[in-house]
């Protein structure tokens, strides 16, 4: 299948901080869990990452963490976002993915320069969605909603998506979950297969789960009908096919997907961001992991759009006037 330019853009994934105001039923990160050790990365740390990726010729970051909302967590963001701006020269394309916040807050980021942002609705069923999450106003599936349409409004490159092969969750669902990608009119899209976490509530359905060769034959197929409806849109290779599969990513990128987010967080906190269980490459230095994936997506003939901020193209930006 043809994706436009062919090319498959890189990301490196900073996982800044694990602390999180949510408590999703399926997520290792859960502010109830408590056998996880808290992080945060500094300013210095983060640049320095950034500062990675540039040498490393990506397009650009995705500076992603657990839930916050906060003015100080806010003026971090701000700050750090002006910093790596500066430093690389503007080079360096900033997406964000640090959950819900408000409009003012994501318009401060939108002016500092971030241009992307990810936010999963996770699954697009009201229903499925409080069989996930508790049914409180910290996770309200409309004030989800409202926050995805105030970052297209905002004017960011916008990003959603959702786990497949949760309990629960049926073709139907996984059906709706495509259209309702296209009916948002979104620019990006990462979806990936869930992964049970022993220390969340959702565990309990362990059993009754698809095998996890389905859930990643079933993730595969979800790329490859996503690709057909929105040939235009930048689809991610998620992390969570790697574990399944290490090739994972590799197989999701001849499927349709052209962006693949490397993780570039420091080593020493990656095994406290366990959103799964089996996450891959904790113990891989960044520079390992790349090298790995490279060498992977030449031997399959994919070309790496290096130092290029790969935005989607399916992005129109508002019309100015006059
Ligand atoms: N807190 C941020 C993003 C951090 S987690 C936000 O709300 O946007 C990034 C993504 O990991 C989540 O959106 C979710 O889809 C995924 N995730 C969390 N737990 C998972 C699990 N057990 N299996 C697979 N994916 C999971």
């Given at each position: 299948m043809t994706r436009g330019d062919n090319k498959v853009y890189l990301r490196g994934l900073i996982e800044f901080s694990n602390i999180c105001r949510k408590n999703c039923?399926?997520?290792?990160?859960?502010?109830?869990?408590?056998?996880v050790e808290r992080y945060e990365l500094t300013d210095d740390e983060v640049l320095a990452a950034a500062d990675f990726a540039w040498r490393h010729r990506y397009g650009s970051v995705v500076l992603q963490s657990g839930e916050q909302q906060s003015p100080a967590f806010t003026g971090r963001i701000t700050a750090l976002l002006q910093r790596i701006k500066a430093h690389t020269h503007n080079e360096v394309g900033i997406t964000l993915s640090c959950g819900e916040q408000s409009e003012a807050t994501y318009r401060e980021w939108f002016d500092a320069g971030a241009h992307r942002y990810l936010l999963r609705?996770?699954?697009?069923d009201r229903e499925l969605y409080y069989k996930l999450h508790p049914n409180d106003n910290k996770h309200s599936f409309d004030a989800r909603l409202e926050a995805l349409n105030n970052l297209k409004k905002i004017g960011y490159q916008t990003g959603t998506g959702v786990m497949i092969g949760?309990?629960?969750?049926?073709m139907q669902h996984l059906a709706d979950d495509l259209l309702f990608f296209k009916t948002m009119d979104v620019d990006m899209v990462g979806m990936g297969p869930y992964l049970e976490h022993k220390?969340?509530?959702?565990?309990?359905y362990a059993d009754k789960l698809l095998p996890l060769e389905k859930r990643f034959e079933l993730s595969l197929r979800m790329i490859t009908a996503l690709r057909m409806l929105m040939p235009d849109i930048n689809i991610a290779a998620t992390t969570a096919l790697q574990v399944l599969d290490p090739e994972g990513r590799e197989k999701a990128v001849m499927a349709g997907a052209n962006v693949i987010m490397p993780n570039i967080t420091?080593?020493?906190?990656?095994?406290?961001?366990?959103?799964?269980?089996?996450?891959?490459?904790?113990?891989?230095d960044a520079g390992g992991t790349l090298s790995t994936l490279e060498n992977a997506l030449h031997k399959a003939g994919i070309t790496i759009g290096y130092s290029e901020w790969g935005d989607s193209k399916h992005f129109k930006p508002h019309s100015v006037a006059g």
């Open positions: 039923y399926y997520c290792g990160i859960r502010c109830d869990n408590r056998s609705i996770e699954t697009s949760l309990p629960f969750q049926t220390d969340t509530p959702l565990y309990r420091l080593p020493s906190v990656r095994p406290n961001y366990q959103i799964y269980d089996n996450k891959p490459g904790l113990h891989d």
